[in-house]
């Protein structure tokens, strides 16, 4: 147990193996071995080789990009709806920071199907919202919420959205305020301050809540399904139906792994530049 | 300028914190509601009638009887592994540290729906029939990254001469780790236990894959949507939200008690 205090000797060269051996080795059999029976799978169909990959593209071309493009926009909503609400509670709550913290994860407490429910409960037709928007001119008669490409990216904005504050929170919160103090006795305004002191000292943070919001809101498939209709359809739903219902394996895991393809491509051109340190 | 730029910023901070709390507002109001039909979704009138008997729905209750199952045996497994690979990472530096840390962050930034296919193409591959084994190996498997990196977070920079300091007073290695690494560690590991829980409670896309005929609590919400959403689902969410908030107070106070308490008792060493 006690590592350091006896350096060299052989059991303590052991014990970081024997440490990590039992949660690693569930991992490896759980979650390196399935990617690569994933691989087979994909490559096993009836007419063999890259046709499910063939299929997978010219069939479902079309639900990766709305995936992308949902998920892109989900996050940029993100971004602009949680950098002013961090920056809030790092710099101006004072006592309630804490507070504030706790209501950004308090959705995290309630299960996560229900809350898109509830958003259903909300966006419905006849529903709050609706009546709003018409009362406001913003919705034509027989306008709906639900079902809409709005309330899909709306969903997926609101499910991830504690995953984009915290990590800005936790790198504005790092910063040190006499640098901002510095920027201002130096006669810069406080727009200046913020723009080359504050915003690339918060950048790791932006970096990472991105991708946390990206990868889930990539892949997921409930808030097309509850909020949205068959035309907005996402690749997790169409993932889920072959998987599941249709039972076109080859195809089924050829689409995951272009997913899983493409997204890991990205994270590890992010870890090379940030070091995968700051992920977590 | 700076002034409205200064409202402009509060005003989204607000706005923000609404959006945040809405549904959850919709989630508690609802399960008041005494629905006109079998489904929950248009509010008709108050009624106590779901909260007096929230277990009317036998399968509802069954669900909600089997995630508490699984969160309770995936999280007493995924705590004690993710817990060792955290004490390995900040206590000793070694040849292959680099791979166990890409292998705790990949799980995470892998979509939850190819970690639930491919856990199923290799259930598929080796015959194995889904349900309740296999749903608890696929939520120990996604917890265990989170964990350690729960664990590791609050650990570091811990000042670790006192395991040290013990063994030159004639500890044995057994007696260090039970009297001073673990109520070290505590507050860490209790921190990533109460996450991995709530993880496992919460979790649908993986265990829909991997469920077989089981239905845990998120299944059955989600099937719910075709034959009846009775206002028991929502009394029940918003139980889970009650426990969690009790849960996560109880412990914030433990941990600044402990934290005075270790305060008064380390310094005289230092």
Known sequence: MAGTASGGSRRSRLAPYLLVAPGMLWLVVFFVIPTITLAQTSLSGPEGGWTAYHRALTNYGVHFFRSFRYALAATLIALAMGYPLAYFIAFRSGKLKNLLLGLVVLPFFTTFLVRTFAWKTILNDGGPAVWLLHSLRLLGDGGRLLDTTIAVVGGLTYNFLPFMILPIYVSLEKIDRRLVEAAEDLYSTPMAAFRKVVLPLSLPGVFAGSLLTFIPAMGDFINAQLLGSPNQQMIGTVIQNQFLEVRDYPLAASLSFVLMAVITIGVLAYARVLGTEDLA | ?270
């Open chain 2, 1 to 270: 300028m700076r002034k409205l730029s200064r409202w402009l910023m509060d005003g989204v901070a607000v706005f923000v914190l609404a959006y945040l709390f809405l549904p959850i507002f919709v989630i508690v109001l609802y399960s008041f509601n005494k629905p006109a039909g079998k489904f929950n979704f248009v509010w008709k009138a108050f009624s106590l009638d779901a909260w007096k008997n929230p277990f009317a729905y036998e399968a509802l209750y069954e669900s909600m009887k089997l995630s508490l199952r699984v969160a309770a045996l995936s999280t007493a497994v995924a705590t004690v592994f993710g817990t060792l690979i955290a004490l390995a990472l900040t206590r000793y530096r070694f040849r292959g540290s680099g791979v166990v840390n890409l292998l705790l962050v990949l799980p995470l930034t892998t979509p939850e729906v190819v970690l639930g296919s491919s856990l199923l193409s290799l259930f598929l591959d080796i015959n194995t029939r889904t349900g309740f084994g296999t749903i608890v190996i696929a939520h120990i498997m996604f917890s265990v990254s989170y964990v350690a990196l729960t664990v590791r977070a609050r650990i570091r920079g811990f000042d670790w001469t006192l395991e040290e300091a013990a063994m030159d007073l004639g500890a044995t290695p057994f007696r260090v780790f039970f009297k001073v690494t673990l109520p070290i560690i505590a507050p860490g590991i209790v921190a990533a236990a109460m996450l991995a829980f709530a993880l496992s409670l919460d979790d649908f896309i993986i265990t829909l894959f991997n469920a077989g005929n089981r239905i845990t609590y998120p299944l059955y919400v989600y099937g719910a949507r075709r034959a009846a959403f009775p206002p028991q689902i929502n009394v029940l969410a918003t139980a889970i939200l009650l426990v969690s908030l009790l849960a996560l107070g109880a412990t914030v106070l433990w941990q600044h008690r402990t934290l005075r308490q270790r305060g008064m008792a380390v310094t005289p060493l230092a």
